[in-house]
């Protein structure tokens, strides 16, 4: 008898894997970034092509990274979300256009909003290379000390906003 | 007659996009050979993001093609496969390529599958050696084999 459960217990075990599968998302890879200091660049911005933005000038602030563009299906979801976040002005978002041209990003903003302090262009997506961008939007929360404390892979949505972006903004913002 | 324009403009496409296809081969071939080799072997080891089940050598989604630009740019520097390589994990982490390496964490991937084949083979052995002990050899009587060996000469 008990030489026929032996084949029920593998049974399950690989049920309890498979079923565990069901709720991975297997586009979300897990950034080495994570813990390292922000890539450096130095790019355009978008209101004003003759000035460059840095990170070095948001030392010593909390601050977040969004890249965007507005080719981007998930964006459209995202972007009230984001648009909402500014208006707390809890923190400063920095935008990354991804691969994007200034006149579509330029509309975008005009139509849906505004929410960045600076946007950036990164016509050419190397800058997203160094940031380990593989879909947008993604959204980067860096800690006062220029250090990438988290990653978020996908839409910002509401949930993660109030689950896991700001309390983690309010307490890099207490450091 | 309608089949047939119907297969000539197939025909017409499928040329035009051969033509295609050489035309971007003969772009990326401006470059010395050893780097052109380097990159096809580089980015069949590295995994596109985007489509994540094609290498980038397979992929055409636009952040593979960047990735193999920016290949080509370090690989024309003269930075080596490890290098390059590690250049790409330091960004995308592990999951960039193809053949993971043996870590803490990938052991089980690495292992798992000769774990499975060595319970296998214990369990074969196991069962092999109690079926040798249950099974007893029960010679013929003497009637039997005549029995058999009329039947056997009766078939030929």
């Known amino acids: 008898m008990k030489r026929a459960l032996i084949p029920l217990a593998i049974f399950l075990l690989v049920v309890g894997f498979l079923f565990k599968g069901l709720f991975l998302n297997p586009r979300e890879v897990p950034s080495p970034l994570v813990g390292k200091p922000t890539p450096q660049f130095s790019l355009p911005r978008l209101d004003n092509p003759e000035t460059v933005f840095s990170p070095k000038e948001m030392l010593g602030k909390v601050w977040m990274l969004n890249a965007w563009a507005s080719w981007c299906p998930a964006c459209i979801e995202e972007h009230p979300v984001l648009v909402s976040l500014a208006k707390t002005g809890l923190v400063p978002l920095v935008g990354l256009d991804y691969k994007d041209t200034r006149q579509d990003a330029q509309r975008w903003l005009d139509e849906g909003g505004n929410p960045y302090t600076v946007t950036v262009m990164d016509v050419d997506g190397r800058v997203g290379i160094d940031y380990g961008v593989y879909g947008v939007p993604e959204t980067y929360v860096i800690d006062k000390a220029g250090v990438i404390a988290y990653k978020q892979i996908g839409p910002v949505t509401v949930e993660a906003l109030r689950d896991t972006i700001i309390p983690l903004v309010k307490r890099l913002q207490a450091q | ?156």
């Open chain 2, 1 to 156: 007659m309608k089949s047939l324009l119907f297969f000539r403009i197939i025909l017409a496409l499928f040329l035009m996009q051969s033509v295609m296809v050489f035309a971007q081969e003969a772009q990326s071939l401006q470059s010395n050979a050893a780097v052109e080799a380097q990159v096809q072997r580089l980015s069949k080891e590295l995994r596109c993001l985007v489509c994540q089940n094609q290498t980038i050598a397979d992929s055409h989604a636009g952040l593979a093609e960047d990735l193999k630009l920016e290949i080509r740019e370090m690989a024309t520097k003269g930075m080596t496969d490890q290098a390059i390589v590690d250049y790409l994990v330091a960004r995308y982490g592990d999951f960039v390529r193809y053949r993971p390496p043996l870590k803490l964490s990938t052991v089980l991937l690495w292992l798992g599958p000769f774990a499975l084949l060595l319970a296998g083979g214990i369990g074969l052995f196991l069962m092999l050696r109690r079926r040798q002990k249950i099974m007893v050899d029960t010679p013929l009587s003497a009637d039997e084999a005549r029995k058999v060996r009329e039947l056997l000469n009766k078939e030929s």
